[in-house]
């Protein structure tokens, strides 16, 4: 394993891991967040998770397992993994409660909500703390296995890990609003939610480095290992995608907005693969 190859995959892990922090910035700083371009970016980075997870990810992780396990076996081999994949996030978001999960769109609404909160109830601030660190310990449940994707495709072929990564800390960034923005309402503390948000994105490189090591000290062969790690990764992402970025980017504007956004990153990641072949 080539060490520098280990080194660029962990930087560009813990650059959409610390993503959340952007959005604590956004929440904390600006005045009015700016919800169409915010849904269009969701949707590009959804159309960016599910045209690379089903063009180029899942049919490698199929050649990997057919050079592995030979033309019969591998092809399911590759199917099991990718709905195994969608299965381990399944689960993951059936544990987190609705309230806390941070699949479950949080518009601008929400937001609104407490602020009213804040500003009528002044023994809320208890309630809107615990709210903003449920939130960050969902968030970095749910990291793990997005830090995993990102550092595999990364590790294997830049090419690949390189958008994954933008399109994950695209979709990192409303969650480091959700984080902020109770527990600075409830302490008026900036740094503190700044923290708490960025902290929560630490998680991805974490799950990255502790989820990679184990697969391939329990599957030893590295072909054999990539090929099922691939197709899980490609199923993680197209659940991530059609579970929660396309809804969330729904939910913050316009629908058209968020399938423009999806066909713009498809459009784009298409066309990347294509210029470096």
């Known amino acids: 394993m080539d060490f520098n190859n280990v080194i660029f995959a962990f930087g560009l892990t813990l650059f959409a891991g610390l993503s959340t922090g952007i959005g604590s910035l956004l929440a904390l700083f600006t005045k009015r967040t700016n919800y169409k371009f915010?849904?269009?970016?969701l949707g590009f980075s959804a159309g960016v998770m599910v045209y690379i997870s089903m063009i180029e990810i899942?049919?490698?992780?199929?050649?990997?397992?057919?050079?592995?396990?030979g033309g019969e076996l591998g092809p399911w081999v590759s199917v099991?993994?990718?709905?195994?994949?969608?299965?381990?996030?399944?689960?993951?978001?059936k544990l987190v409660p609705t309230e806390d999960n941070p699949h479950e769109p949080h518009i601008?609404?929400?937001?609104?909500?407490?602020?009213y909160i804040n500003q009528h109830d002044k023994h809320s601030n208890h309630k809107l703390k615990r709210i903003g660190v449920l939130t960050a310990l969902a968030i970095a449940i749910h990291n793990f296995?997005?830090?995993?994707?990102?550092?595999?495709a990364s590790i294997e072929d830049s090419s690949l890990g390189i958008p994954i990564a933008i399109a994950i800390a695209i979709h990192n960034i409303p969650e480091g609003i959700?984080?902020?923005?109770?527990?600075?309402?409830?302490?008026?503390?900036?740094?503190?939610?700044f923290k708490l948000s960025l902290l929560s994105g630490l998680s991805e490189p974490l799950g990255a480095i502790i989820g990679y090591f184990l697969l391939y000290a329990f599957f030893g062969s590295m072909k054999l290992f990539i090929g099922i790690l691939f197709g899980i990764v490609a199923g993680i992402?197209?659940?991530?995608?059609l579970d929660e970025l396309l809804p969330t980017a729904r939910a913050y504007a316009e629908t058209h907005l968020a399938m423009y956004g999806l066909v713009a990153g498809m459009a784009v990641m298409a066309v990347s693969l294509l210029l470096f072949m």
């Open 237 to 241: 992402m197209v659940f991530i995608s």
């Open 38 to 41: 915010l849904s269009l970016a």
């Open 108 to 115: 601008a609404e929400e937001i609104k909500m407490v602020e």
């Open 145 to 152: 296995p997005e830090g995993l994707a990102t550092f595999v």
């Open 58 to 69: 899942l049919p490698k992780s199929k050649d990997y397992l057919i050079t592995e396990l």
């Open 178 to 193: 959700a984080i902020s923005i109770p527990v600075f309402y409830a302490t008026g503390n900036r740094k503190e939610s």
């Open 80 to 93: 099991a993994s990718f709905f195994a994949g969608i299965l381990i996030i399944a689960i993951i978001d």
